[in-house]
């Protein structure tokens, strides 16, 4: 696995934003912020980044042009997040226009689905490390340990299934970010969905991580590649 692409989802505050402003860490960072929160978030972590905040659809065509041409340093990009950017970027300024991604200046909910599946489709392929974030939905599992809100509870995120089937679909990790009350404290945690808790990521076994950071994940990848070239 010589990139790691996934998509990330999470509720606010668990700390998705975070994990994905780790990856500055380790590769110069092509970071969009769309969440109007995330460059605070992303001021508290140090890094080798460059952050853009577009305003429109057509300008996420640009920055993909721009990293498709390989002209420039940098070894990854995050879009944080998908969710808002579906939200925000349905109207279109006049006058903007984005090629084939859309043909009407005020799209469909289906249209807007439809444009950003190809366009994340189009950031997938880009040969850097890639990481979409979108936020969760919630659903509470009495099984697991409770929050500090709500004892009796977790907080367990789930994403909706547009989302899940037509930009999950392409990338091979989907994981999410929770957090805990243990201790006195909250703790942050980050899981893969793809075949369980324990799940196995291209090859890789990766358990439930607490404070996650883009380097523990690529750092148990790299292990895994090494292994098979031994093999």
């Known amino acids: 696995m010589k ?3 996934g998509l990330i989802h999470a509720d606010t505050g668990t700390g998705k934003t975070h ?3 780790t990856m500055a860490q380790v590769v110069k ?3 969009i912020c769309i969440d109007d929160f995330a460059e605070d978030t992303l001021a508290t972590i140090p890094g080798d980044r460059v952050i853009r905040r577009p305003t429109t659809f057509a300008q996420l065509v640009e ?3 721009f990293l498709a041409t390989g002209k ?3 070894g990854g990009w995050c879009l944080d997040s998908i969710t808002q950017g579906i939200q925000n970027f349905r109207v279109e300024r006049s006058g903007v226009t984005a090629g084939d991604y859309f043909k009407t200046a005020m799209p469909t909910w289906m249209e807007m689905y439809e444009r950003w599946r190809l366009i994340s489709k189009d950031y997938i392929a880009l040969p850097m490390h890639g990481m979409i974030l979108a936020m969760s939905q919630r659903e509470l599992n009495e099984l697991e340990p409770g929050t500090k ?4 509870y977790v907080v367990k995120p789930f994403i909706e299934t547009k989302l899940r089937d037509t930009i999950g679909g392409y990338l091979p990790a989907l994981g999410y970010c929770f957090k805990q009350y243990e201790g006195g404290r909250n ?3 980050l899981t893969f969905e793809r075949g369980g808790i324990d799940t196995k990521l291209c090859g890789v076994s990766i358990p439930t991580m607490e404070d996650p ?3 523990k994940i690529w750092n148990l990848i790299q292990k895994q590649n090494k292994s098979e070239e031994k093999a």
């Open 3 to 5: 990139y790691f692409k």
């Open 19 to 21: 994990l994905a402003g």
């Open 29 to 31: 960072t092509f970071h």
């Open 63 to 65: 920055y993909h042009k």
């Open 72 to 74: 420039h340093d940098f």
């Open 149 to 152: 809100e709500n004892p009796n």
């Open 187 to 189: 703790k942050y945690f």
């Open 213 to 215: 950071t883009f380097e």
